[in-house]
């Protein structure tokens, strides 16, 4: 039993360590934190920019850290169109973070793609025509 206890602490600590190197150095903001974010604004049809209520603000940030895994998008084509919805996330160390969906895909900063149910819940309600 003795012998056991240094190999479960060794695991647990491999296991966060392969977790830190999933997350790629220019997302290293990750995981988000409440205390970092100034202010959070989302768009869609009919909404301009507007600030994200709390609840809004706690879920979005949530949703986010519960991502476990963010894939580089290589193939970006030369020129997008505007989403339909888009969520800024503005740090105070002055960052801008950008959430949006592009087709069937998340994306965080135009480069790196994930997936996460809610969110991608809460951007299409965004887009939806009677969003006010």
């Known amino acids: 039993m003795k012998k056991i206890i240094p190999l479960l602490i060794l695991l647990v600590i491999l296991i966060g360590c392969k977790r830190a190197d999933d ?3 220019e997302l290293s903001f990750l995981p988000f934190s409440e205390e970092n974010v100034s202010i959070v604004k989302v768009w869609g049809r009919g909404v ?3 600030e994200a209520t709390l609840e809004e603000t706690q879920n979005i940030l949530e949703w986010l850290n519960s991502v476990k895994h963010l894939e580089k ?3 970006l084509p030369g020129e997008r169109k ?6 800024k ?3 105070k160390t ?3 973070i950008s959430i949006h969906r592009w087709g069937k895909n998340l ?3 135009w480069s790196y793609q994930f997936a996460q149910t ?13 969003t006010k």
């Open 23 to 25: 997350i790629p150095k």
């Open 73 to 75: 998008e290589n193939n």
């Open 94 to 96: 002055s960052q801008e």
């Open 89 to 91: 996330i503005y740090l």
């Open 107 to 109: 994306e965080i900063n």
């Open 48 to 50: 301009d920019g507007r």
């Open 118 to 130: 809610d969110l991608e819940k809460f951007l299409d309600i965004l887009a939806s025509p009677s």
């Open 82 to 87: 505007a989403p339909q919805s888009e969520i």
